[in-house]
């Protein structure tokens, strides 16, 4: 019988090293937990950077008002610190706060640029970070999650954890977990990427547009393997196309970055306590940690309540990102700004519940939450 591999014990353990998952490990640390962050690719960011998905989205809510502050304004100014794009100069800190209504505070960012920069911070803020690695599963005992198991070069090996963040985006750890979760097939082919014209770098994005009502647009799902590899393979397909036509009015075009990983914008959730949603527009909740506008139209304002975040079968399991319990509000809260924010927030309340002893996420101090959350910088 094979031996198990102990790798070792952690405070907080984040699946994922998107966006939600540099957040949760960052804001973690900084809360003085030990933190282990586990990634499948080689490269921090998801699809923001391995995805070539390089705009950062509003933290505003389109009428001049800032809606999220905290880490995911400092990954945002962290983005563009290699002077590839600016911020809006209207939302400089001396910026003419009534031109603040005409843009929004949003920028573009290098992608490799921000991948190097995002795995420089995480390593200075103490987290150790475990690159080609890929959770497969948990251990549980009385509703609580005792150890990940992984598996990497060496083998499989289970780390032992107080509190895990799923920040894997598809909800993977919940699935394993027994938390009931949603999946949908709205992911179509689609690729961002980049190609050289002798002149410049320009970026394109290809494929198709998912329409619900248009079944004849193929929609893919996270479930099978089958899938992902398809819905990889056709948006590739979508890219090769676009080169030749390139080509045809300029030959020198070579193509420089393609995405490495699905492009999936939506895949599988948790079903929380709390399900958001687009009706829940401006609604307050009692357990609000934080709130976004949309960055699809401008005006709307949603507060993410802690009930959204957290396992409802599973005592110390919060997610992060684009796999919190929201149903049709998923649109709005997948992009970048929304995953560093629900990031913060649960590395955030996982040093709480560490600290204060709590029995569970769902018996946390709100208040106490609240109170952190705001020294920090996340508007609520």
């Not at 248009?214 to 590899?229: L, M, Q």
């Not at 506008?293 to 802690?306: L, M």
Request: charged share 30%.
């Amino acid at each position: 019988m094979e031996k198990v591999r102990k790798i070792g014990k952690y405070d907080v353990v984040v699946v994922g090293g998107g966006i939600a998952g540099v957040s949760a490990s960052i804001s973690s640390a900084r809360n003085g937990m030990k933190v282990c962050l586990i990634e499948k690719f080689c490269a921090l960011g998801g699809l923001a950077t391995i995805g070539n998905v390089c705009v950062y989205l509003p933290l505003c809510d389109g009428k001049g008002n800032q809606t999220i502050g905290g880490l995911a304004e400092e990954l945002l100014k962290l983005s563009i610190s290699d002077g590839y794009k600016d911020i809006p100069q209207a939302w400089k800190e001396k910026g003419d706060i009534k031109k603040r209504k005409e843009t929004r505070y949003k920028v573009e960012f290098n992608p490799v640029s921000f991948m190097l920069l995002l795995e420089e911070l995480v390593l200075k803020e103490g987290v150790e970070i475990r690159y080609d690695t890929r959770f497969c599963g948990v251990i549980k005992e009385n509703n609580e999650i005792t150890h990940l198991i992984i598996e990497d070069k060496e083998g499989k090996g289970i780390i032992e954890c107080k509190v895990v963040v799923d920040a894997s985006g598809d909800a993977d750890v919940c699935y394993f977990s027994g938390e009931d979760i949603v999946s949908v097939d709205a992911n179509v082919p689609v690729a961002w990427f980049f190609c050289f014209d002798g002149k410049e770098v320009k970026r394109y994005v290809v494929g198709e547009r998912y329409d619900p009502y248009n079944r004849d647009v193929k929609g893919f799902s996270v479930n099978t393997v089958k899938e992902i590899t398809e819905q990889i393979i056709k948006s590739r397909e979508y890219i090769r196309r676009k080169i030749e036509q390139l080509k045809g009015e300029n030959p020198h075009i070579y193509p420089v970055s393609i995405p490495l990983m699905p492009t999936f914008r939506m895949t599988r959730r948790l079903k929380g306590k709390i399900e958001l949603r687009e009706e829940d527009e401006g609604k307050i909740f009692p357990d609000a940690v934080g709130m976004t506008g949309d960055w699809r139209r401008s005006g709307p304002i949603y507060y993410i309540p802690f009930s959204c975040l957290y396992g409802v079968k599973t005592k110390n399991l919060t997610t992060a990102g684009r796999c919190i319990s929201a149903s049709s509000a998923w649109d709005i809260i997948r992009a970048i700004p929304c995953c560093a924010l629900t990031g913060e927030i649960s590395g955030t309340a996982s040093s709480l519940l560490i600290k204060e002893k709590a029995e569970s996420f769902s018996n946390l101090d709100i208040k106490k939450l609240q109170k952190i959350l705001k020294k920090q910088g996340v508007i609520i």
